[in-house]
């Protein structure tokens, strides 16, 4: 495709471009506007666009009670939000400090675990402590394992990794109601109904196979004379594998894992058969949206959306480039 040179079709292209972004963006921007709104102005007709923003829906949705000190904690926590942008300002301009991603991470994990020891959260921000332990136990299991199976059927060429392949494609074909019942009867006579660990180990059967099909796929691409070299030099397979092979592929590690974040994150079928107070975002979203939870308040449901889409947009943004180089992984120089 030859590029645009004249500045009249880059004015189009442009032009272009700013729309397709405004098309997509302006829905949550619209849910955005309202989750700051009082019922009225959200009801309003016609709409408000000019109004006096409020944080009564994100304290009703998140707080039973709103605590004495509760301006000291907002200043902490936008002092928290603004470390984490220059952190992610500083990584994005230096690649070689990509790992300060993962403080930001690691910072923000810490913060939303301790918050409910000093302020009397209410029931949807457990819903989004329970979506954060689900997903990150289902990403570890899954992408582990994942990891190990893939690079064995990569390396393997007899009968039975064919046959683990066509395992894995066919139980991958398998609906949602195929694993429902068997977990379901496993929670209710183990005792593990209700419990993270029968939630984690029924998503990580779902995206294994779809984890190790990938994994193979990418781990096909490196050439088997790095694992030997270093074998030679004395260190064992699985030690190649880890120091050698998972350095080299890691960006499409890393994108698997947040195609396995996205999945884990908007489960609805099963999370809402196996739980009944571990809830996730995804299944407390249909009460709050469907009017249940918060019957004819537009604030308080737009809210509830926002919060329910940050966590992943985060993540984007933070590893946006991991992801985009582990979507284009493929060539290796030797």
Known sequence: MQPFKTPLSRLFLHIGMFLIIVYSTLPFVWTLMNSFKTKKD?????PKFTFEP????????????????????????????VVLVV????AKRNPILNWLNWVSVGIVTIVLWTIPSFVDTAEFYNFFLN?????????????????LAGYGMARYVGGIAVV????AMALRSLPRLGFLLPYFQLGQKTGLFDSY?????????????????????????????????????????????IRVIVPIMWPGIFAISLFTLLVSYHEFLLVRILTQNNMTLTVAMAAYLGGVAVPGSIPRQSAAA?????????????????????????????
């Open 197 to 241: 660990f029968l939630v984690i180990l029924a998503l990580v059967a779902i995206q294994q196979p779809f984890t190790m099909v990938m994994m193979r796929s990418i781990f096909m691409l490196v050439p088997p004379d790095l694992e030997e070299a270093a074998m030679i030099d004395g260190t064992t397979r699985l030690g190649a594998f």
């Open 54 to 81: 409020t944080l009564a829906s994100y304290e009703k949705i998140l707080l039973e009670k709103v605590p004495e000190n509760g301006a000291l904690i907002v200043y902490v926590l936008l002092a928290i939000l």
């Open 306 to 334: 926002v919060i329910s889409a940050l966590p992943l947009v985060i993540v984007v943004l933070l590893f946006q480039k991991q992801f985009v180089k582990g979507l284009t992984a493929g060539a290796i120089k030797g």
């Open 87 to 90: 952190l992610a300002f500083i």
């Open 131 to 147: 979506t954060i332990i689900i997903c990150v136990g289902t990403i570890i299991i899954s992408v582990t394992i994942g990891a």
């Open 164 to 167: 683990i392949f066509i395992g």
């Open 42 to 46: 959200a009801n309003a007709r016609p």
